[in-house]
């Protein structure tokens, strides 16, 4: 299997997670332990490597940070102009 990246990132939504993780004030940690209540398993680590672009994050994931995060999904993946 290929795999893609845009603009060197493997996702869209890392650097509107990162914001909106910033402006509530929650660690990488605790939006982990957010993530996990909602049944998706991810480890600090994870966050981390969504943040900066190089992890790929699946649309349930995406469904799941918008949701802890109090955010849209649309908001997530258009923050930064490509």
Known sequence: ??????KGKKNLCGSNI?????QKQITQSDLAAK???EGITLE???IS???????FVTDY???VFAKVL????EW???GESF
């Open 70 to 73: 109090n955010v849209s999904v």
């Open 76 to 78: 997530l993946l258009d």
């Open 18 to 22: 990162r914001i909106a993780r910033a």
């Open 49 to 55: 490597r969504i943040e900066i672009g190089t992890r």
């Open 1 to 6: 299997m290929k795999i893609y990246t845009f």
């Open 61 to 63: 994931e995406l469904k």
């Open 44 to 46: 600090r680590d994870s």
């Open 35 to 37: 993530v996990q209540i």
